[in-house]
């Protein structure tokens, strides 16, 4: 598909002066858009009553570091990571747009931001790989945080995210998520 923009950040440009030209680091594309679009479904539980809700999660990625690159490569990326830099090892600050379909429609929605670091388990992430991560979370009028564990298959493509929010205003609780990512 032709590419839908050609910019690639200042920060990114200077953080990879140093490496080949022929380093080439991926952009935001059309196909790269429409996968952004799609959410990950999930199921969240509160804890003290058992609950349970449908969620959407949609994630961007601002900025990536890879320790899981040969030397010759940039391990830097930014909003556009491919998955074996991503699951080959790598530290990422994400952002995630959430929807809990329960509650009222204005407390429905969240921003939950933070940082994760994937670790790969079997063929350098190809075929398995595991995430840690921690996030600030701001939902219905409450800020709250979140721990997370995730694992992942077929070179990341497929994952399943298990995240534990203490105890907010609206109530603790375990979300699982079923992530669907190429980029």
Request: proline residues 7%; glycine residues 12%; without cysteine.
């Amino acid at each position: 598909m032709a590419r839908w923009t050609r910019w690639t950040p200042a920060l990114i440009v200077a953080l990879t002066a140093g490496h080949a030209a022929a380093d080439d680091i991926p952009t935001p594309s059309l196909d790269w858009a429409i996968f952004q679009i799609l959410p990950s479904p999930g199921l969240t539980v509160a804890t003290a009553g058992g609950d349970v809700a449908y969620t959407m999660r949609w994630q961007l990625t601002p900025i990536l570091y890879s320790f899981g690159v040969r030397s010759e490569v940039t391990p830097w990326r930014a909003l556009v990571a491919e998955p074996l830099v991503r699951y080959g090892g790598s530290l990422e600050l994400f952002v995630d747009g959430e929807y809990t379909g329960r509650g009222e429609f204005a407390d429905r929605w969240g921003l939950r931001s933070g940082a994760r670091v994937y670790l790969p388990l079997v063929q350098h992430g190809e075929n398995a790989a595991l995430s840690f991560g921690a996030s600030y979370l701001r939902a219905a009028g409450a800020n709250g945080m979140g721990l997370e564990l995730g694992g992942y298959v077929l070179y990341g493509v497929l994952g399943l995210q298990i995240t534990y929010s203490p105890p907010l205003p609206v109530g603790e609780s375990v979300t699982l998520n079923f992530v669907v990512r190429y980029f």
